[in-house]
Structure formats: C-alpha cells, structure tokens
C-alpha cells in the first residue's frame, strides 16, 4: 500500500475517533436527562450539523483515495514522499499525456470523422464565456445535472426558478438557453477551443450502456416518442422474428425488451440510434480536441466541486445552502451492480458487445486503470 492511502487512512480513523469522542462527550453529561433546556438542543442541533460535515468530509476522503491512479502515488527515490500531489490538479495533467500518448497508437481511420459526427461534436460542446469554460455533454455521464449549472451560470434563469420545478426542465424548454458551439462560426469555435478550460466526463461503457437500458427502455413509465419507438423495434426484430409477426402491434406497446434483446439490437443497429448510444470518442473527439481534464463520473462530486472553487463560481449557485456541485452529482455509495446484467447474456454476444465498445473501453481504462473491469 503507498504512503499516500496510508496517510489517508489514518486521517480517516482520526475522523472517526473525533467523532466518537464528541458523542461520548454529548451524553456523559446533562444530555441524558429527560427534560433538556433550549441552550442544550442547540447544542444537539449543532452537533448533529457537526456530525454530518465530518461523515461528508470521510466520504470525500474515501472517494479520492480510489480514484488516483497509481502513478501518481509513486515516491521518489528517496521514499519519503509522492512524485506528484495527489489531487485533481496532478490527475489532469497525467490524463492530458496519457491520452496524448494514447491517440498516438489509434488508427487514423477512426479519426476521419463525417461531417455529421462533427456537428455532433458541436452540438455537445457547451460553454460559459463569463468563466471561460467549455463541457462536452455525452448522455448518462451526469449530463443533464451539468446542464442545470450552465442554465444558472449563463444567468437566463435564478436558482428559485429551478426549485421550484424538475431537473427535466433541462431536456424541455430551459435546454435552449443553453448555449453550444455549434452556433457559433467556425473562427468563434476555434477561439473558444484554444482559450478555455475544457472538459470531458467519462463513465465505463459497460456501465454507462446498461444506465442507459434502465433509463431509457425497461422503464414501463417511459414517454419519449424517441425510446417508445426504439423499444418497439427491438420488440420486433428479437422476440418477434417470423414475418408473420413482423409488424403485430397487440400489445407491443407494453411489452419490455430484456437486457439480452437490447444488446443485440444495439450490436447490430447501433449506427442507427441516438447519442445516448454513440461512443464518448465519437460524441467528444479528444484525439482531435484538446481537454484539460476528463472527471470520473463517480467522483464528479469531488471534481466539479474543485472546478467551481477554481473559477469562482458564485456561492449563489447552492441547493439548501449545499453547493450545486456537491449536491446534484452522483454519488459513489449508489453505485450499482451492473456486472450483474452482463451474466445474462451467453458469452458469444458478450464478445461481440465487448468488440463494439472496445474503442471506448480502451479510452476509459487509460483514464482510470484501476477501475473495475467487467471483461477483459
């Protein structure tokens, strides 16, 4: 184990005695007493508020740990200290030459991108000119609570506009105050690219394709047009296969593609369907454009809050007092078994799967190499 995980550890531990000490405190005292003065629930109240700050600040601690890649826990030759500092900082400049590094061995085949795939580029390329910041939103990577903070950071509307509403208000009609490159010139484009802090969320592609499934097909409560129509496809070419069945529509409509159905549709059609299918090197490009930092999406908590503190985020953008950053990220104590859905399908899809994904599984991994592999 480095020197670093176990400074981090032994942090984590005096946290913990704290935290017990302050407890044995608050009741070896009058606070086991029935009747309990105002000036002593304050106390309480204050070391509940206490208590959830320093459980916050452990899970930070944990989250960070597991997500520093090795190298930057390596000790100099001395031994008495990290090559680099292990925080965001260090992280995104040891992504920025491993992925320069990476787009070098790739086929230049797979970077002669149509221009249709260019406007695609385009269109998830989102920035803010007050802060100079530019975030390339691929689908199921977090993507619509980050849209939420550049509805706020381009001040069309106050956060009280948002409480009072869903987040689905960024897929409707608050989607279009959010701002693009690709309406803007190409001379604008490049002046944005060259000059502003860029960056790009990445997410394992098996996990992201089965957040996708539970999102966007196996819900029963699903209304886009785009997924009911998709979900009726997949019904017809892989559970009603003879032609006589072919376009039977008695109750397809309720009818729930499995997992294993969606997979082979996505293997054979996937050309066909929506970004929240296409591969994050086609949606972002970042063997052709240039980012200063790829997050996790399990530490985009972490990552995005450092990124606001950076570039001065105003302390209006909070969600009951609780900065946007923290608040509406994911969280890495909800994370899900999605290796479980992988058992249900035999290995010979598995493998075809595992060959259309490769590209993006091989990105991620150069990324985060000490993440969970499903398959190798």
Request: hydrophobic content about 35%; charged content about 25%.
């Amino acid at each position: 184990m480095s020197l670093v995980k176990r400074l981090f550890r032994v942090l984590i531990l005096l946290s913990v005695l704290s935290l017990l000490v302050h407890i044995l405190t608050l009741f070896s005292g009058d606070f086991g007493k029935k009747e309990m003065k105002r000036s002593e629930i304050l106390s309480v109240q204050s070391f509940l508020i206490y208590t959830k700050d320093i459980m916050k600040n452990i899970g930070h601690m944990v989250e960070r740990v597991q997500e520093i890649p090795d190298v930057l826990l390596t000790t100099d030759s001395s031994g008495s200290k990290p090559s680099y500092d292990p925080d965001v900082v260090a992280r995104s400049e040891w992504q920025q030459e491993t992925i320069s590094n990476y787009c070098l061995g790739i086929n230049e085949s797979l970077l002669n991108y149509s221009s249709e795939q260019n406007e695609m580029l385009y269109k998830h390329l989102i920035y803010d000119d007050k802060y100079g910041i530019i975030y390339c939103a691929v689908p199921k990577i977090g993507c619509t609570k980050m849209k939420l903070l550049f509805i706020l950071l381009q001040g069309h509307y106050t956060l009280e506009d948002l409480l009072v509403s869903t987040l689905r208000i960024t897929h409707k009609s608050y989607l279009r105050n959010v701002k693009t490159l690709w309406e803007l010139s190409a001379a604008e484009r490049e002046t944005r690219i060259s000059n502003y802090y860029m960056y790009m969320p990445v997410r394992d592609p098996l996990e992201r394709l089965v957040s996708v499934y539970l999102n966007k097909i196996s819900r029963r409560t699903i209304r886009s047009k785009i997924f009911l129509n998709l979900r009726q496809d997949i019904i017809r070419e892989f559970r009603l296969p003879s032609d006589t069945n072919k376009n039977a529509s008695d109750d397809i409509d309720s009818m729930v593609p499995t997992f294993k159905e969606f997979v082979q549709y996505f293997i054979e059609y996937r050309h066909l369907m929506d970004d929240h299918f296409q591969a994050m090197l086609d949606i972002c490009q970042p063997c052709l454009v240039k980012y200063d930092f790829y997050p996790n999406f399990h530490s985009l908590s972490y990552d995005m809050d450092y990124i606001l503190q950076v570039f001065g985020i105003p302390r209006d953008f909070y969600f009951n007092d609780v900065r946007i950053g923290a608040s509406l990220m994911p969280k890495p104590a909800a994370q899900f078994n999605y290796s479980s859905y992988y058992d249900q399908i035999d290995e010979n899809i598995r493998a075809k799967l595992i060959e259309k994904l490769k590209p993006d599984m091989q990105f991620y991994h150069q990324l985060y190499p000490r993440t969970q592999k499903y398959y190798s």
